[in-house]
Nanobody, 116 residues
Framework: QVQLVESGGGLVQPGGSLRLSCAAS????????MGWYRQDPGKQRDLVAA???????NYADSVKGRFTISRDVAKNTVYLQMNSLKPEDTAVYYC??????????WGQGTLVTVSE
């Protein structure tokens, strides 16, 4: 069973930066794609950024040029560096592991609030 634990959320002013971390329970990056998703209350959970098992990345159009997904294989951790944050980036952020589109694990979520 893959376990994922997010951290790094918080309150930040518009234009600021945060780095989210997602620690995995084992060495899973060779087998699973990893993604960051976000969800507003009452809305669907949307993909923000993903990194495949081979290291390819993709981003939602709304965060391109501002967010960067990366991973540290030695630490079994995936990161989401978020720069130039906007109020509309406010959401609960989740990391997830999937293989061929089948999700195997979700983290508990971490709240990011962008406000004055």
């Amino acid at each position: 069973q893959v376990q994922l634990v997010e951290s790094g959320g918080g309150l930040v002013q518009p234009g600021g930066s945060l780095r989210l971390s997602c620690a995995a329970s084992g060495s899973i990056f060779s087998y699973y794609n990893m993604g960051w998703y976000r969800q507003d209350p009452g809305k669907q959970r949307d993909l923000v950024a993903a990194i495949t098992s081979r290291g390819s990345t993709n981003y939602a159009d709304s965060v391109k040029g501002r967010f960067t997904i990366s991973r540290d294989v030695a630490k079994n951790t995936v990161y989401l560096q978020m720069n130039s944050l906007k109020p509309e980036d406010t959401a609960v952020y989740y990391c997830a592991a999937d293989r061929a589109g089948l999700f195997v694990s979700w983290g508990q979520g971490t709240l990011v609030t962008v406000s004055e």
